[in-house]
């Protein structure tokens, strides 16, 4: 039964309107001596029995409510048909027509009421005749049809409630379950920028301080044995120190690039090849279009896809000349970066299985709301495109 939290209400109404019935039937029959009035006592302790045991057996037995509800409504057309036809034994029809609402959906509760109501129309009639009974049909069947709906809109109320509880732990469940997407994917990102850093610091820094720490070794035995060589081992150990914080810095750069929001994106792009063409030799050829200025993050998003596209011309490339277009206006932004190197069989590239460099450039175009492309042959270079358009709504990284 849906509506446990509102059932003890109705039964202690029940059993106050049996307890009404039972006291001023027994009443009547037994002041006056009736010959029916033992019968009409056990009728009453059956119906009364039914009553109270409805929500225990119902619970035990399925199929128990339409055998419930027809035997008590024999029971009450039953006590209607005996003499002297009392008429407020139509009254044990309502907690019927209540239970028949929890029992069963609206369609077949209100049939069920039905009978009930036809049931205390023939006994009525049978014992006042038409005319005496209209009255009291009228005022019993229209009782019971109140108190059917209104049990009908305690189920659904019950029954929303109840829903409503559901989806509130399944919104709770699966709030708990994206913070806990969040914070995976925060780890993630986390330790993407941890493997970027120790790979960066691998592929420059640490060979760099591998190569200070050889040349001060030698430059220690040739103090002992030839002051005039260690000074040239001295001067060396000197550049060797100087590359490396000017790799240091290159590289806080690269990992949290402040000009970006400082002078915006042109400035940035400008002081990142700049530092390339002093730290690898490659020579970037920036061409500008335009002069709209973009939101932070995505003049920091479209930064990040250009170096990590120039990152893999350093490494993969072979060349140390690459074309950087940028086309800006209030509409869309266009990015190209070509180069003119090694070049790969793009068709090896399988779907879902690009590398950590080519996933982040396209997830990065995708999150603004853009696209990416990227167009290669061996021994044609490289070319990667995206496309932005400003009035398209942005992906939320979460």
Not at 22 to 43: K, M
Not at 69 to 78: S, V
Not at 253 to 262: C, G, I, K, N, T
Not at 269 to 283: I, Q
């Amino acid at each position: 039964m849906t509506t446990a939290r509102k059932t003890p209400f109705f039964y202690l109404a029940f059993y106050l309107l049996f307890a009404a019935v039972a006291i001023r039937g027994l009443t009547i029959y037994f002041s006056a001596g009736h010959p029916l009035r033992w019968l009409v006592a056990g009728l009453l302790v059956i119906f009364g029995l039914l009553l109270a045991s409805e929500g225990w057996l119902t619970r035990r037995w399925q199929g128990y409510s339409s055998f419930y509800l027809t035997t008590q409504a024999g029971l009450g057309l039953g006590l209607s048909l005996l003499p002297p036809f009392l008429d407020f034994f139509a009254i044990l029809y309502i907690p019927l027509s209540t239970q028949a609402m929890f029992f069963f959906a609206p369609g077949l509760g209100f049939r069920w009421i039905g009978l009930f109501t036809l049931c205390m129309a023939g006994g009525l009639i049978y014992g006042y005749g038409w005319l005496e009974a209209l009255p009291f049909i009228l005022l019993y069947g229209s009782s019971y049809f109140f108190v059917g709906s209104y049990a009908s809109v305690t189920v659904q109320a019950e029954a929303a409630r109840q829903e409503s509880q559901t989806l509130l732990a399944e919104l709770q469940t699966a709030h708990r379950q994206l913070q806990a997407y969040a914070a995976q994917a925060e780890e993630l990102a986390v330790t993407k920028e941890r493997n970027y850093l120790a790979r960066e610091l691998h592929d420059s820094v640490t060979q760099t301080i591998f190569s200070i720490t050889l040349t001060a070794k030698s430059a220690r035995i040739l103090l002992e044995r030839n002051p005039a060589q260690a000074v040239t081992q001295l001067d060396h150990l000197q550049e060797l120190a100087q590359s490396a914080l000017a790799e240091m810095r290159t590289l806080i750069f690269q990992l949290r690039p402040a000009s970006v929001e400082a002078g915006g994106l042109v400035a940035a792009l400008r002081h990142h090849t700049a530092a390339l063409k002093s730290r690898d030799g490659l020579t970037v050829a920036l061409q500008v279009e335009g002069e709209q200025r973009l939101s932070p993050d995505q003049e920091a998003q479209l930064f990040r896809i250009v170096q990590e596209a120039l990152n893999n011309v350093v490494k993969h490339a072979h060349t140390d000349e690459v074309a950087v277009k940028l086309a800006l206006s209030p509409d869309q932004v266009s990015l190209l970066v070509e180069d003119h190197g090694l070049g790969f069989d793009i068709t090896m590239l399988e779907p879902g299985r690009e590398t950590l460099g080519l996933a982040s450039m396209r997830e990065r175009a995708e999150m603004m709301g853009g696209s990416f492309a990227i167009e290669s042959r061996p021994g044609e270079g490289v070319r990667i495109r995206v496309e932005v358009p400003l009035t398209a709504p942005r992906r939320s990284e979460g």
